[in-house]
């Protein structure tokens, strides 16, 4: 089984990022049940505004499509930034867009049969929002989001530390990412053995 996880930082790489080091707790946990993960920093790649799976030369989302396409999982990791998911995280989704509109041969969309997730960090209040909003935007795509697939950390209300300076929190933000990728792996599995079908005419 394999599983993409796209971190959504603002950060561009070497530097650390805090969406990256919670996401690294639910892809450990993948890989302990058998899932090839493949984490993608987003703001590393020349990733196009618009919404179709290719917009020309230089645009470096057709090969993250490609990788969606040979995946069952897909997770979506976001800091939240003035209430809502980052910019970065937007762009994906309207990326994303074009596989409504995608169908395999037997008409039936492609991401259909495939789960997603959410994993949030951040140090203002709005955790559950941003989890509504992407989890919202994956089910109008065609994705299928187990109960309780997703988590998160802060400690708002307010500004506070980062994910990487503090531990208070942690436990339970650890342990409800491997519930979060134990629901993945098992509604996958269960997707795998009775695929859905092409929707009626």
């Given at each position: ?8 930082t ?9 969406t990256?080091a919670?996401a ?14 493949d984490m ?7 990733i ?6 290719d ?8 090969a993250?499509h ?8 897909l997770?979506?990791a ?5 209430g ?17 509109s ?7 969309p ?9 994993v949030?960090?951040?140090?203002e209040?709005g ?7 992407v ?7 065609g994705?299928?989001?187990p ?9 708002g209300?307010?500004?506070?530390p ?9 436990e339970?933000?650890h ?12 509604v996958?599995?269960a ?11």
């Open positions: 089984m394999q599983a993409v996880v796209i971190n959504c603002l950060k561009p790489s070497p530097e650390p990022s805090n990256e919670l690294e707790v639910v892809s450990a946990e993948l890989r302990k049940r058998d899932v090839d993960v993608i920093r987003a703001v590393d790649l020349d196009r505004p618009g919404v179709q799976t917009m020309g030369p230089g645009d470096d989302w057709p993250v490609d990788k969606l396409l040979r995946s069952e999982i997770v979506i976001t800091p939240t930034w003035v809502h998911p980052s910019s970065l995280a937007q762009r994906v989704i309207e990326r994303l867009d074009a596989m409504i995608e169908t395999d041969d037997t008409g039936r492609v991401a259909y049969n495939r789960v997603a997730g959410v949030n960090t951040g140090n209040d955790a559950h929002h941003v989890i509504s909003e989890c919202g935007a994956l089910v109008d795509i994705y299928t989001i109960g309780q697939a997703w988590t998160y950390w802060h400690l209300p307010g500004a506070g980062d994910y990487l300076d503090d531990a208070r929190g942690h339970w933000s342990k409800t990412a491997r519930a979060m990728a134990a629901n993945l792996v098992a996958a599995q997707l795998a053995a009775r695929p859905m079908t092409a929707p009626p005419e």
